[in-house]
């Protein structure tokens, strides 16, 4: 029996419960949503003496930021070459080295707080599905070096088994700077640290409205309203009705996750024998990763809808199909669990960090979001507390998508294109 829980949960330390603390009346700023974003925000406010409360309308971390696959990557979703396209080689080094600084900060906030996470910089591979995808590399690792000074590797399809136990790519490409992270673990150890700093966390205590009052904002909670002087929203792709604005800018996607049972170790060293973080080079892109004892934690776009039950349940045979294609060896392999989540999009894939109609907001870190929200939470923090410095995600157009009020109704149209450049590509 398969058992639809993220398998993180299973393996990290359980919170103290937080549903029923009495909600304060007012508070200096009030944090919608209790991910990387929100938490981190709320640490770094509480560490300045700013009385802040989190609102979260499940339990805490229960977004993304415990299902996702523990990948604490350099860069953005959009590769080098896209990116300085769109925003110029200057806003690109910028929004590059942006991403890297967010690596040391999720470390060096993991080494501060004593977080037992995992983390552990092994390093990163991209997998090209196609000889045409291990050509872009080389042309990406010219570009990488010249423009950003960021050095990879690459291996061709001859050299590849030193990094990945199968020939089922046409090379690879090797990054040694990113991490990987048990993420369940990492989004609870934030907590903590954010409680230890002074925040004060609530759950199962969804934001329903936030309104404009003489005194700055009122939020309403089916617990009662809450009074602050300033509201960040950190709800990325589980953005509901409370912020409707931020709603028509944003894409949730599903993406969905399988792991196995543990492998015996000399299988796992096989197929990733320096432990890496893999992803591949399709649009509709396979990623995986062992877990700490030797789980094959695999996920994909299985289906481009937002996730629920049914999508979980039906993605699981096409993630183990996908995984036998690479790895053929663990056809007999059972899978012990299965879980999904929403990762959440721009229309040019690029985050945001910024303020509308008066409420602060980051978001839509397009799969790169284990450092990347860490960090820019705490941007946010020092935006609301008025020490923000220079960040390359802000200032950037960010208007509604058309025809577009939250529900995308698009997404079966833009999965069959994806796949068709998958083809052709
Ligand atoms: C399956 C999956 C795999 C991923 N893999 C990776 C990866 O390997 N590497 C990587 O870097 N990134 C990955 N990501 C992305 C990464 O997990 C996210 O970018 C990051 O966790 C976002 O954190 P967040 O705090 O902004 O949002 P979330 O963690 O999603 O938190 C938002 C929270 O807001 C709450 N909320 C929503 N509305 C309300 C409301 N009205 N009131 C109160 N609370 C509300 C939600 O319940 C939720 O808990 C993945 C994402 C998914 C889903």
């Known amino acids: 029996m398969i058992k639809e829980i993220p398998f ?92 890297l600084r967010g690596l ?19 390093g990163h591979i991209e997998a090209a599905c196609k000889p045409a995808h291990f050509a872009h590399f080389q042309h990406a690792q010219e570009l990488l070096a010249r423009e950003f000074n960021h050095p990879i590797r690459l291996l061709d399809r ?57 005194a700055g904002w009122r939020v309403f909670t089916p617990r009662g309203p809450i009074g602050a002087n300033e509201v960040l929203i950190a709800t990325n792709g589980y953005t509901d009705a409370a912020a409707p604005a931020l709603r028509k800018r944003i894409i949730p996607v599903g993406s969905y996750l399988i792991a196995t049972e543990p492998l015996p170790a000399e299988v796992a060293a096989k197929i990733l024998p320096r432990r890496r973080m893999v992803y591949d080079s399709k649009n509709f892109l396979a990623y995986f990763r062992l877990s700490s004892d030797n789980r094959l934690v695999f996920g994909g776009r299985a289906e481009y809808k937002v996730s629920s039950p049914q999508t979980t349940r039906r993605s699981v045979s ?44 980051a978001l839509a870190y397009a799969g790169h979001g284990v450092s990347l929200a860490t960090y820019l939470g705490a941007q946010a923090a020092d935006f609301i507390s008025g020490t923000g410095g220079q960040t390359p995600f802000a200032d950037r157009p960010f208007d509604p998508i058309p025809l577009y009020n939250g529900t995308p109704w698009f997404m079966p149209l833009g999965a069959l294109w994806y796949k068709l450049l998958d083809v052709v590509g």
């Open 8 to 99: 993180w949960w299973a393996t990290a330390p359980e919170l103290p419960g937080y549903a029923d603390k009495p909600l304060p009346q007012r508070a200096d700023v009030v944090v919608i949503g209790s991910g990387y974003t929100g938490l981190s925000a709320a640490r770094s406010l509480a560490q300045r003496g700013v009385n802040v409360v989190v609102l979260e309308k499940e339990t805490i971390g229960w977004g993304a930021s415990s299902r996702n696959g523990g990948q604490v990557l350099t860069g953005l979703a959009v590769g080098p070459e896209a990116l300085i396209k769109q925003v110029g080689v200057g806003r690109a080094r910028e929004m590059h080295a942006a991403s």
């Open 104 to 122: 040391d900060f999720i470390e060096e906030l993991i080494r501060a707080e004593q977080i037992d996470c995992d983390f552990q910089r092994v």
């Open 158 to 214: 001859s050299q590849q088994r030193d990094e990945l136990g199968t020939n089922y790519y046409h090379g690879v490409l090797i990054d040694e700077r990113s991490a990987g992270v048990q993420p369940a673990k990492y989004v609870r150890g934030l907590a903590r640290a954010a409680e230890r700093a002074g925040a004060q966390l609530h759950e199962k205590t969804p934001a329903l409205a936030i309104e404009r009052s003489a």
């Open 318 to 361: 096409i993630l183990r199909r996908g995984m036998i294609e690479i790895f053929p060896e663990l056809a007999n392999t059972p899978i012990e669990y299965s879980w999904s989540g929403n990762v959440c999009f721009t229309f040019d894939r690029l985050p945001r960090i910024g303020r509308m109609n008066g409420l602060h907001y």
